[in-house]
């Protein structure tokens, strides 16, 4: 088995593969590459330009998933190993992309190896929800959750789901044909963590065991428009003011819930005029958890001191749910056979809840899934800063490495009827 001092270079060479990816972008000056935009072609060239001297050829299935199977004896099982290849705007060089390149870097390695089982890499085109406002489209398609309303969705330039999958010289009849067949074992996901838990403990890499649920609502509060100088104070509905309150109480409830985070991530007023009492703020909330009762405890509150402080106040409020995505745990063998790899690396083994949403938290609806996160320096991640360091890739290569001797030998990695 390989050492880290052994694959110090292989973890050099990921880190440079991942900035190379990073300059296939829609943006001149920055990251920025979405679900089948034209930048996803030259992304897909280039990893396949590193697949071909191993003997593997890529396809791009129906929803532009970048898929490269390594074949392995006949009716054994197949382990997916990937992550997304999409950002969202003004991005970092690793979120998504590190999975797989990770990935490949553990094909190549498996080339001589003969493990009793199939690997399969994935490059999901879509994961982030940046271009059409839902996310997962890519591993939607691989549990067969693609539908007419999906593909009616429109972009900012009124170009339909369908429509960019057809402008990418893909077919959508073909879609069905993505979906996982019955001899999949697991899918294992490498990922940054996007967050400064791994950094503050002192640790390279963690075992995830679940990914949090969340919700993302709208919130709209009414009051009335009047002049800035001529309204009194006590005459006022401000929605501002009103709206304001509320993200106070939003701040409260999730300092007082431990493992809660809750984010008031957008808040427009109208109209908008510097002398204008506003009459409407509209918000937006995103709130996540690993317990789903405790999440929607939180949310319930939420939406009644949303009203209570409307109601105090003389406005209105109206909420609208636009995602209540539960709580998804990772598979208890799997996740073991990880923590163990992570001992074999030499690191101490550590298991955390995701507060972000993964391709992972989607196989698990057909599979059985684990992931591994690898650490974050400074925690920054969707932003340019976005970095990792090459000795902690060094250990997740090692750790892959580790992972992929275990699950030859274990009776973890089986033939299983993919769930319905």
């Known amino acids: 088995m390989q050492t880290t001092a052994d694959v110090s270079h292989l973890a050099q060479e990921v880190i440079d593969r991942c900035r190379r990816l990073a300059s296939f972008s829609e943006d001149p000056d920055s990251i920025r590459r979405t679900f089948l935009s034209p930048p996803m072609h030259k992304v897909h060239q280039e990893i396949a330009a590193w697949l071909e001297p191993l003997g593997v050829t890529p396809r791009v ?78 591993s939607r398609a691989l549990v067969g959750r693609i539908d007419d309303d999906l593909l009616a969705r429109q972009d900012e330039r009124g170009t339909t789901v369908r429509q960019a999958i057809k402008d990418f010289g893909l077919r959508p009849e073909q879609i069905p044909q993505a979906t996982l067949s019955g001899d999949v074992g697991g899918y294992l996901e490498f990922h940054i963590e996007q967050g400064p838990v791994l950094e503050k403990l002192g640790l390279p890499l963690a075992a995830v065991e679940s990914i949090a649920g969340q919700t993302r609502m709208d919130f709209i509060f009414n009051g009335r428009t009047n002049h800035a100088g001529t309204t009194p104070m006590d005459l006022r509905y401000d929605a501002v003011a009103c709206a304001a309150e509320w993200v ?37 909330l995103d709130v996540r958890h690993g317990s789903d009762p405790r999440r929607t405890q939180a949310v319930d509150d939420l939406i009644r001191q949303s009203k209570e402080v409307a109601g105090r106040r003389g406005l209105s409020v109206r909420s609208f749910m636009r995602m209540n995505q539960a709580a998804v745990n990772m598979d208890p063998e799997l996740t073991n056979q990880v923590e163990m790899a992570i001992s074999k690396s030499g690191c101490k083994p550590h298991r955390m809840v995701s507060g972000a949403g ?63």
């Open 61 to 138: 299935d129906a929803v532009g998933n970048l898929r490269a199977a390594l074949p392995g004896p006949e009716s054994a099982p197949r382990l997916l190993l990937g992550s997304h290849l999409d950002t969202v705007p003004n991005a970092g060089p690793f979120d998504g992309i590190l999975g797989v390149v990770l990935g490949t870097a553990l094909l190549q390695e498996s080339i001589a190896r003969k493990f009793p089982y199939a690997i399969e890499l994935i490059g999901f085109s879509e994961e982030e929800g940046v271009r059409f406002g839902v996310p997962f489209i890519g």
């Open 358 to 420: 993964h391709d992972a938290m989607i196989l698990a609806e057909r599979v059985p899934a684990a992931m591994i996160f690898v650490r974050t320096p400074g925690g920054v991640s969707h932003d340019p800063a976005e970095s990792v360091a090459v000795d902690d890739v060094a250990k997740a290569i090692e750790c892959g490495l580790h992972l992929l001797d275990q699950l030859a030998s274990s009776k973890t990695l089986r033939a299983r009827t993919c769930r319905a």
């Open 248 to 284: 106070g109480c939003v701040e409260r409830v999730a300092r007082s819930t431990p493992g809660l985070v809750a984010t008031v991530g957008s808040f427009e007023a109208k109209p908008g005029a510097t002398n204008v009492i506003a009459g409407e703020a509209r918000l937006t």
